[in-house]
Structure formats: C-alpha cells, structure tokens
C-alpha cells in the first residue's frame, strides 16, 4: 500500500500563506510527475500544479503567481507554497503521484477566512 502523506494545511485569513508537504516513498518520488489537486465542497477535483521528473512546472491560471511547487529529492517531498490566499483556494488539497501507475494523498483541508 503506497502512502502519500500530506501536512502544513489549516485556517488562515484572506492574504495570508500557508506551504503543504507531501512526502512520498522514495521510488515513488523518482519517478513521478507529482502534483497537487483541490476539491471545494459541492465541485470537481482540479489540478493546481505539477511538477515532472525533469522540472517542468506548469500551474492552473487562477493560482499562477500566488502559488510555487517545488521538489527535494532528498526529502521525497514535493511542497506547495501558498502566497496571498484567497476565499476562493478554501479546499481538500490533494497530493498525487503518477508514472505507470498513480497514487493519492489522503487530502488536506485549507481554509482561508475573509
């Protein structure tokens, strides 16, 4: 069973900055183009940002420069920093990993207060 786990997600108030983490195991992370997906109550999951295995980076219009996905190799880990939130980012923030095959966080939730 492959775990993705997620942390640093919360309450913050309009403006403010949050940084998600997801660490994934080792030979999940070196082989993965590793995103970050949202779900808000009542619509479709959306892809927020990914990063490949090459460094490709490539955000959704509605996040692109508020938001920057990095990778540590060294950690595993794949990060979302979250600049100048908005009501409108308050979601279940998921983490994901995909090459042949593709793995899911349990989610996080964000919420950002107006």
Known sequence: QVQLVESGGGL???GGSLRLSCVAPAAVFSLSTMSWYRQAPGKERE???YQTTGGSIDYRSTVKGRFTISR???KN???LQMNN???EDTAVYYCNSRSSEEFWGQGIQVTVSS
């Open 12 to 14: 913050v108030q309009t």
């Open 47 to 49: 892809l927020v940002a």
């Open 72 to 74: 540590d190799k060294a």
């Open 77 to 79: 880990t794949v990060y």
């Open 85 to 87: 939130l908005m009501p």
